[in-house]
C-alpha cells in the first residue's frame, strides 16, 4: 500500500469516526491533486471556474462520503467520484474539454483507466511540487514515498547515513507541505 | 466561499452512518416479500403447486425471474459504489434472458402455432401483467429511495436495475400462484411486465440516483 493510500485511508477512517481535524486534514491534502486533475482538463478554463469544479467535487466527496468502505483503497473512490463530478461539471458548461473526455458510458464501464489517467495526473501535479525542490530532496521523496524504495539502498546511492537521510526527508515533505498550502490559498 | 471556508465547513459537518449493504439488501427484500405475501395469503399459491414445479418448464418460470431478481439486486448493490464497474454485472444478466429466449425459441418449435397465443385471453393478460406490475410498485419506491444513497457511476443503469431487481422479485413471486404453463405465455408476459417496469424505473429514477 502506498504511503498516500495509507494517509488518506487512515484520516478518512477517523473522519468517519466523526474525527473533524482528520476530515480538513484529508480535504485539504485532496484539493491539490483536484486541482491538478481539473487544470488539466480545463486548462482554457479561468482559475475561478477551474475553482468551482474543484469545489462541486470537494462537495460530492462530502456528500458520498459514506460510500466508501474502509476494507476499501481510497483512491479508486476518490479517483472514481472526481471523474464523475468532472465530467458531470465540464457537460453542464459545455466547455470544448468536455470533448475529450469522450463517451461518458465508455468511461464509467472503464473504471480502470480511469484511476489510472487520474492517478497519472496527480502524479504530474506532484511532479511538478517535486520540481520546486533541489534535486537530492526530490529524489529522496521519489524514492522512499513514489518507489516506495528501502531506506537502506536510497542511503548507500546517496552515500548517506539513514539518520541524515530521515532528516533529508523530513525536510522535503515539511517543504511540500508548505507548498501545497500555498497553493491552497 | 473560498475553498478553505468550505473545507472547514465540511470538516465541521457531523459524520454520517457508513452504508451498510447488508441492511440495505434487506430492507430491499422485505419490500419485496411483503406484497408478494400478501398476495399470496389472499389469492393462494396454485393448486398442486409442488407438484407443477417437478415439470421443469413450470420450475424455470419461477426460477428464471428469481434468477433475474439475485442477479440484478447484486448489480444494484455493486453500483452503490462509484468505482464499481457497471458492465460485467450486467452481461451476467444476459443469462436468464438468454434463458427465456430459449424457452420462447423451445414453445415455437413444439406447439402447434394455434397453441402459441391459446392462453393469450385478455383477462390472463391483465391478471399476469397487471399482477406483476402491481406488486413492482411498493419494492421498485424502496429500492430508488434505498439505493439511491449510493454513488454510482451510472445512474441510469441504476435506476434501472431497481425496476429489474422489483419487477423479477414481483414475478418470482406472483409464478407461485400463476396457472398459466405456457412458456409462449408466460415469457412474453412476464417479460413485458419487467421490461416496462424497467424502463420506467430507468425514466423515472434516474434523477433520483443522480448526484
Known sequence: MSDT??????????????????????????????????????????????????????LAIHAKRHTWSEDRPIRPWLFAITRHKVIDAFRRIGHEAAQTLGDEAEMVVDAGHEAALAAREAAEEVEAMLGQLDPEAAEIVRALKLREESPAGVAEQLSISEGTLRVRLHRAMKKLEGLGRRELR | MNTEELIARMAGAPAPAPLNRGRMAAQFLAAVLVPVALFLLLAGTRPGLMAALENPVVALKTLLPALAFGLSLAALMRLTRPEAEARAPLRLLALPAL????????????????????EYTPFFIVECAGSILVLSIAPALVATRI???????????????????????????????????????????????IATVTLAAALFARRRFAW
Not at chain 1, 487512515?10 to 483536484?34: E, I, K, S
Open chain 1, 5 to 58: 493510500e495509507s494517509l488518506w485511508a487512515g484520516w478518512m477512517q477517523a473522519a468517519n469516526g466523526g474525527d473533524g481535524q482528520a476530515y480538513a486534514r484529508f480535504l485539504h491534502a485532496v484539493t491539490p491533486v483536484l486541482r491538478g486533475i481539473v487544470r488539466a482538463r480545463g486548462a482554457a478554463l479561468s482559475e475561478a471556474a477551474r475553482e468551482d469544479i474543484v469545489q462541486e467535487v470537494l
Open chain 2, 99 to 118: 434463458a427465456a429466449l430459449g424457452l420462447l425459441v423451445l414453445a415455437g418449435v413444439t406447439l402447434p402455432p394455434a397453441g402459441w397465443i391459446a
Open chain 2, 147 to 193: 439505493f439511491a444513497r449510493g454513488a454510482s457511476p451510472a445512474p441510469g443503469v441504476s435506476a434501472a436495475l431497481a425496476g429489474l431487481a422489483s419487477a423479477s422479485g414481483a414475478a418470482t413471486g406472483y409464478s407461485l400462484f400463476c396457472t398459466q404453463d405456457n412458456p409462449a405465455f408466460f415469457v412474453f408476459w412476464y417479460g413485458l411486465a
